[in-house]
C-alpha cells in the first residue's frame, strides 16, 4: 500500500508537481488505485485525506486566468437570488483564453478596464483563490446583462440587497463604470425605493 507523507504533496496538485516533488507517474497511479489520492480534472489531483471542498471551483481556479465568480454565482454567492446555477458563471478578462475544464461553466469575457472593479478574493481550498464579484457589482451585472440572466433576477436581487441594508449610493457609485447599466439600476431604484 502506497502512503503519502504529511508534506510530500498539497492537497491539491498536478501531475506536474507531482513529478517535481519526487512522485512518479507510476506512484501516482498506484495512489489512485488505492484511494489515496483522486483525480478531479484532467491533469488535477487532489488527496482524500484533505478537507471536503468544490472541487470544481478549484479546477476553475488551477486552470483558468483570473477567473472570478459572476452574474448568478456571485448572487447565489452573496444570497441575492434562489436560483441555484447549472453551471459556474465565470468571468475572465477579454482576450484570455477560455480553459477546457470537466467543471460545468458558462464563461464570460468582461472588460480589462472594468474587470478588477468590485473584485474580491474567495478562498476555495487551502492554496487556491479565485475572485468574487461584491454585490454591487454583481447587480450592476446582472442589469447590464438582464438580457443573459432576466430583468426579474436583477429586480430580486436589487430588492434583496436593499433589504439586507444596502444602500443605492453605492450601486450609483458602481454605475459610473458601466454607464450603459446606469438608466436601469436607477429607474429600479427609483420604483424600489
Avoid at 483570473?66 to 477579454?94: E, G, M, N, Q, W
Wanted: hydrophobic content about 40%.
Amino acid at each position: 500500500m502506497v502512503r503519502i507523507i504529511g508534506d510530500e504533496l498539497p492537497a491539491t496538485f498536478t501531475a506536474g508537481e507531482a513529478e517535481r516533488r519526487g512522485v512518479t507517474r507510476r506512484r501516482l497511479q498506484e495512489m489512485l488505485a488505492t484511494g489515496s489520492v483522486e483525480r478531479i480534472g484532467h491533469g488535477l489531483y487532489r488527496r482524500t485525506d484533505s478537507e471536503p471542498v468544490d472541487v470544481d471551483l478549484i479546477e476553475i481556479a488551477v486552470k483558468a486566468h483570473r477567473p472570478t465568480l459572476c452574474l448568478l454565482s456571485a448572487l447565489a454567492r452573496h444570497d441575492l437570488t434562489d436560483i441555484i446555477p447549472s453551471a459556474h458563471d465565470v468571468a475572465v478578462p477579454r482576450g484570455v483564453w477560455q480553459p477546457v475544464v470537466s467543471a460545468p461553466v458558462h464563461w464570460h469575457q468582461f472588460d480589462v478596464s472594468t474587470f478588477d472593479l468590485g473584485r474580491e478574493k474567495l478562498r476555495v481550498d487551502e492554496t487556491h483563490t479565485l475572485g468574487l464579484y461584491d454585490a454591487p457589482r454583481s447587480i450592476v451585472d446582472a442589469y447590464r446583462l438582464r438580457h443573459d440572466v432576466g430583468p426579474d433576477v436583477a429586480n430580486e436581487a436589487l430588492r434583496r440587497w436593499l433589504r439586507h441594508g444596502g444602500r443605492p449610493i453605492d450601486l450609483m457609485r458602481m454605475t459610473r463604470d458601466f454607464p450603459a447599466a446606469r438608466p436601469a439600476v436607477l429607474n429600479a431604484l427609483q420604483i424600489l425605493s
